[in-house]
């Protein structure tokens, strides 16, 4: 018999194109550069469209913007693509132009390993991927950061022989000037708001109060902004607006991060006089200085602004090193009272913690002092400070050298409970029987039998209830009452029925109604106000569970299953086998 074997036709696989995209970069704004990078655009563009085993995946490119940092715009956006598996190459010129930071260039490039995606560094003729590349790339990366380095104390070298000869370096932007050619100029509207500015000053104002009438009349900075406390500190102690001139007050400590910092004596200075027009002659400015100074001394008593007392600044947390801020808390029973500043700082925390009661302060400095009545000027006359030690603990030192301690320990809810608000409470609880806060029409009203106590309100999760809750009834007593809870809803329809009406009536209940006797868990007994009872059988209602949807049956035979795999399954088999083998036809009697 002949045997026909069919071979099928083998289709060549054609392998897939990898998906390339290209880097560039130029450091600098600038009409050659902006050539040279419309020049690498077009060049990688060329070369991968015309490989035939590459796929276009886009070209990214930064323009002005330093390769020491990686939070730039389109080399972000590359590796977000990147993750998004829309790479599989990168090609870019050299490594200095993909990061001169050899540590950012580093992990960059082994994420992208991770992924699967490999850089092809053209000058240098590395590819990230092959066996020898990351030892190439750390070598070569390091000398990328040091010849950025180099670069940039070659930059500040330069800066700094124009300081030397009063070049500022670069048209700075300054509220009250501009620049025209390479001098500053007066700008008439905005140097009338800088003199409003120290006028305020020198008319005691404290620049809180500064800032409120600029932003009330709708005055903004030199960029447009607000003008808040930090930009009028800034007017009232630049020098610029003396007409002289104070060179390298910042400076660029490290040149990969480019973090600034202030020049507090770490570099020389350079000071250069009458260079433009003042708008606040010198002898206005030094005063505004010594002003500040004396105001900087006094603290917070300083600024007119703040709600300040004879104990701002006095009170001292030792640990935290600051003084203690006045709160008040507006409510029914209003309070005033004194915590720790730190605080109030942004994950700020105070060992002592606990807050001070301005009555219970007044009351340990009366103690302290041997006064009957508070008086402030006996106060700031006698006391230096007082530290906070630890909670609710005061030491007062005086200013003989004496040292005391007193407890200011806050009482609570005792120190609202004056006569005109007991009175007003205790009428309240006559009226309905109870606190008037959560009280209802059963409140008072139920009482059980056997011990004696009324019957407490609480609230319980109730899916289908509304509001997702629902009130029950429990006896106050809970060690050996048998008594059961009274559903609120149930209680209710009850007591309609028991009134002859036909939805219960709460202005009816508490007219006709005294009180209601709980006997048992089953049984209940009305009390009229008119002497007459009647007993009713409370059937509690039975408890329905919520059928399950088939997405929980789904879930739970599928935990069944993870916990019940085949090998468990034949071992709980082989263990039944062997009791019933023991154990005969009674095996399922024996314990």
Not at 114 to 138: A, C, P, Q, R, Y
Not at 198 to 213: A, I, M, P, V, W
Not at 368 to 383: K, R
Not at 482 to 494: A, F, H, M, P, Q
Request: with cysteine.
């Amino acid at each position: 018999m002949k045997k026909i074997t069919k071979i099928e036709p083998q289709i060549p696989a054609i392998p897939a194109r990898k998906k390339v995209a290209a880097y560039a970069r130029v450091s600098v704004e600038s009409e050659r550069l902006h050539h040279s990078l419309s020049a690498q655009i077009s060049y990688y563009s060329e070369l991968i469209q015309k490989n035939p085993e590459w796929e276009y995946a886009g070209v990214y490119a930064d323009e002005g913007i330093t390769g020491t940092k990686t939070d730039r715009a389109e080399f972000q956006q590359m590796l977000a693509d990147c993750e998004a598996g829309l790479i599989d190459i990168i090609l870019t010129k050299s490594i200095s132009r993909f990061a001169r930071n050899t540590l950012d260039l580093l992990e960059t490039v082994r994420h992208l390993k991770e992924l699967g995606i490999e850089v092809w560094f053209e000058k240098e003729n590395i590819h990230s991927l092959s066996g020898d590349g990351e030892v190439m790339l750390t070598l070569l990366a390091s000398f990328a950061q040091e010849e950025s380095i180099s670069i940039s104390n070659n930059v500040k070298w330069g800066i700094r022989k124009r300081m030397q000869e009063g070049i500022p370096n670069g048209h700075f932007r300054i509220l009250g000037y501009r620049w025209k050619d390479d001098r500053l100029v007066v700008e008439p509207e905005e140097a009338a708001i800088v003199k409003r500015i120290f006028q305020n000053f020198l008319d005691g104002k404290s620049r809180l109060e500064t800032e409120r009438e600029l932003e009330a009349e709708g005055i903004r900075s030199i960029n447009g902004c607000v003008m808040r406390d930090s930009n009028i500190h800034h007017i009232l102690t630049n020098v610029t607006y003396t007409g002289n001139l104070l060179l390298q007050k910042q400076y660029v400590a490290d040149p990969i991060s480019k973090h600034k910092k202030n020049n507090h004596g770490e570099l020389p200075q350079y000071y250069v006089e009458n260079t433009h027009e003042p708008i606040i002659d010198m002898e206005t400015f030094q005063f505004v200085q010594d002003e500040m100074a004396r105001r900087r001394e006094l603290g917070p008593l300083a600024n007119k602004a703040l709600n300040t007392t004879c104990f701002t600044g006095k009170i001292k947390c030792p640990y935290c090193g600051v003084s203690y801020i006045h709160n008040q808390q507006p409510d029914k029973n209003p309070r005033e009272y004194w915590m720790c500043g730190a605080r109030k700082k942004v994950g700020g925390r105070c060992p002592v913690g606990g807050s001070i009661i301005q009555q219970k302060l007044i009351d340990a400095c009366c103690d302290v002092l041997g006064l009957e009545e508070f008086d402030s000027a006996a106060f700031l006359e006698q006391i230096d400070i007082i530290n906070v030690p630890e909670r609710y603990k005061l030491e007062f030192h005086l200013k003989d050298g004496t040292i005391t301690e007193r407890d200011c320990t806050p009482t609570g809810h005792q120190d609202c409970w004056t006569p005109e608000y007991r009175a007003r409470v205790s009428a309240q609880r006559r009226k309905t029987g109870t606190n008037p806060k959560g009280a209802s029409c059963f409140t008072a009203k139920l009482k059980c039998v056997h011990c004696g106590c009324n019957f407490r309100g609480a609230f319980q999760k109730k899916v289908d209830a509304e509001g997702g809750k629902m009130r029950y009834w429990r006896c106050a007593e809970h060690n050996g009452c048998d008594t059961v809870g009274l559903r609120e809803d149930l209680l209710k329809s009850l007591t309609a029925d028991v009134l002859g009406v036909a939805e219960f009536d709460e202005g009816l209940f508490r007219e006709r109604i005294d009180h209601i006797d709980i006997l048992s868990a089953s049984e209940v007994t009305f009390v009229f106000k008119d002497g007459t009872t009647n007993s009713r059988e409370w059937v509690p209602p039975k408890r329905v569970g919520r059928p399950w949807t088939d997405e929980q049956r789904a879930k739970f035979q599928e935990s069944i299953k993870d916990a019940y795999p085949p090998e468990r399954r034949q071992q709980m088999s082989e263990h039944m086998k062997q009791l019933r083998k023991e154990r005969g036809k009674a095996w399922r009697k024996e314990k």
